[in-house]
């Protein structure tokens, strides 16, 4: 039996995907048998509404000087932590005296906005290859985990922070009341932590369940978030949209005393009431949804097979690996995944083992399919590869539901 995380009631899995490797453990034909599968599920808390992971990996068996995912792969990405990034500078009235720190600052996407100007900023981040590049940047980069001790030792040497800042990484740590209560200790009395996620309302309302995987221990709301950070003190003010990793939101908080709320949260809280986060029947409703999306991608890509026709993979995701392995398909079904990736090119994908190719072994041959692994750059891709669709290829999709274009 698994104990919500939070509030220690026990949970409700909704959805099994199995045995799965880590979503971004891209590795070696030497190391097929000794890779390590755990058991893939999601559950909700019945009593505090949170949607997290049942059991899940070390994250020193995830976050480490091997790490895959670099912030700057995609030009959108770079240019919307930009836009993040002024945004806060000036939401907040920052000058360069101010301390920025940012949590899973990766390569550095983020805080070179702040650096490059002068500001006083610091990076936590545990993977060392990632954190490397970032300080090649001129990126001031701490290479460890972010939690309650972290937040202290930052505070004792540089004073607190008047922003402390984050995209993609607060749902990826296990113990959110450590990073709730380092929050509150870092944060100067009139300071901001900002930090966006993929959101659970977008994943139920995109039938995304490749947004669960290893890394993705919680699927936040605005209703857990405002939950978990007032247990410390900490009031959401503000709540924005966002676009990217298809679906996600800013979260705005500060120190609770005298914070003042933006109209924006209620309507948010209300938008999540209307979508049954809080009801066990809505996960109901996407565990059906899933099976029906994996019942249909097999079928899509077995018929392309069947009629002796290329199907490829574009973009190796983490998110790719749980539709890979949900799916069950195989290398005699996807030929190859192209990406842009020098980390994960030659190398093989988890769990299903189909090769990681550079984006050359597409262009130079077209296939006659290719899954989008990458939907959340949908745009970005479909537009710089127009001359494949010119050419005859046909893209396969699997959210919001399964279909070829
Ligand atoms: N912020 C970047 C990277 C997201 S990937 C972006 O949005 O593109 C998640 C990052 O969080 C990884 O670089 C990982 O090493 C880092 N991370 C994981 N656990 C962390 C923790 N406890 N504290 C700080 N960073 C962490
Ligand atoms: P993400 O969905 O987690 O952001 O990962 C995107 C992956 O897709 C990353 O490995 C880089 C790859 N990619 C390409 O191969 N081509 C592209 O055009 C883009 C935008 C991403
Ligand atoms: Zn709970």
């Known amino acids: 039996m698994h104990h919500c995380r939070i509030c220690n009631h026990p949970t409700e899995t909704f959805l099994d995907l199995g045995p799965m490797p880590l979503a971004n453990a891209f590795l070696l034909p030497e190391d097929f ?12 808390c019945p009593s505090c509404g949170m949607v997290q992971i049942a059991d899940n990996p070390d994250p020193e068996d995830m976050f480490h000087g091997d790490y895959a995912y670099f912030s700057g792969q995609s030009r959108y990405m770079v240019q919307h932590f930009q836009g ?23 390569d550095g996407t983020m805080l070179t906005n702040f650096a490059s100007a002068g500001f006083r900023h610091l990076g936590i981040e545990p993977s060392g ?5 970032a300080r090649a940047k001129g990126v001031e980069t701490l290479v460890t985990f972010f939690n309650r001790e972290t937040a202290l030792a930052v505070r004792e040497q540089q004073g607190p922070a008047a922003a402390i800042i984050g995209a993609n990484v607060v749902a990826h740590i296990p113990d959110m009341h ?8 870092l944060l100067a009395p009139d300071g901001s932590f900002v930090f966006e996620a993929p959101d659970l309302a977008s994943m139920i309302v995109n039938g995304a369940y490749d947004q669960i995987y290893d890394e993705h221990i919680y699927f936040l709301s605005a209703s857990t978030v405002a939950h978990v950070f007032g247990l410390y003190g900490l009031t959401l003010v503000d709540v924005q949209e966002q676009w990217v990793h298809g679906g996600s939101l ?23 009431t209307r979508l049954g986060l809080g009801e066990t029947k809505t996960y109901d409703a996407f565990r059906r949804r899933c099976e029906k999306s994996r019942d249909q991608l097999r079928q899509v890509v077995g018929d392309a097979r069947a009629a002796g026709k290329r199907v490829v993979g574009y973009g190796a995701t983490a998110k790719g690996t749980i539709v890979l392995n949900y799916c069950g398909l195989t290398p005699e079904m996807i030929e190859f995944v192209s990406d842009t990736t020098p980390a994960k ?36 891709i479909l537009a710089k590869e127009s001359q494949y669709a010119a050419k005859g290829g046909k893209w396969i999709f699997y959210v919001p539901d399964v279909h070829v274009l």
């Open 250 to 272: 800013r979260f705005w908080l500060r120190h609770s005393e005298g914070a003042r709320i933006s109209d924006a949260v209620a309507r948010q809280l209300a938008k999540e």
């Open 129 to 133: 290859n990632v954190a490397d590049v």
């Open 33 to 44: 048998l000794r890779e390590h599968f755990y058991s893939l599920r999601a559950a909700f």
């Open 345 to 380: 090119q030659y190398k093989f994908t988890p769990g299903t083992h189909i090769p990681v190719l550079p984006h050359g072994a597409f262009a130079a041959d077209y296939p006659d399919y290719a899954v989008l692994f990458a939907w959340n750059h949908r745009e970005e």
């Open 84 to 106: 993040f990034a002024h945004s806060v500078r000036d939401t907040l009235g920052l000058g360069p005296k101010d301390l920025v720190v940012e949590i899973g600052s990766n």
């Open 178 to 185: 450590s990073v709730a209560a380092g929050i509150k200790a």
